[in-house]
């Protein structure tokens, strides 16, 4: 772990910028992630015992969910590239 008070100014702004961006991509890949697994699973089952042995299986739909999260982690790998682009050209 890094001591920020003992870090000076400019190496602790590098490791806030460096910790946001590891931030803006990692939680929209893991969504997209996520959303592809969801998406192509389709629904899960839920086992719920009645006694004896027995199961009562529900079906749930889980691929809207996954879709939206698919939409979000697209967005979000575009924003950060859009934002990556714009940091990084001189003006």
Same mark, same amino acid.
């Given at each position: 772990?890094?001591?920020?008070?003992?870090? *000076?100014?400019?190496?602790? !702004? &590098?490791?806030?910028?460096?910790?946001?961006? *590891?931030? #803006?991509?990692?939680?929209?890949?893991?969504?997209?992630?996520?959303?592809? *697994? +969801?998406?192509?699973?389709?629904?899960?089952? !839920?086992? @719920?015992?009645?006694?004896?042995? !027995?199961?009562?299986? @529900?079906? +749930?739909?889980?691929?809207? &969910?996954?879709?939206? +999260?698919?939409?979000?982690?697209?967005?979000?790998? @575009?924003? &950060?590239?859009?934002? &990556? #682009?714009?940091? @990084?050209?001189?003006?």
């Amino acid at each position: 772990m890094i001591d920020v008070e003992t870090e *000076s100014e400019p190496g602790r !702004q &590098a490791i806030i910028r460096r910790t946001c961006w *590891s931030i #803006a991509w990692v939680v929209p890949v893991i969504a997209l992630i996520t959303g592809v *697994s +969801l998406t192509v699973a389709g629904t899960v089952e !839920q086992w @719920t015992p009645i006694g004896e042995g !027995q199961f009562e299986v @529900t079906y +749930l739909a889980v691929w809207p &969910a996954g879709l939206a +999260l698919l939409a979000v982690g697209l967005l979000g790998v @575009t924003a &950060a590239a859009i934002a &990556a #682009a714009m940091v @990084t050209t001189k003006r």
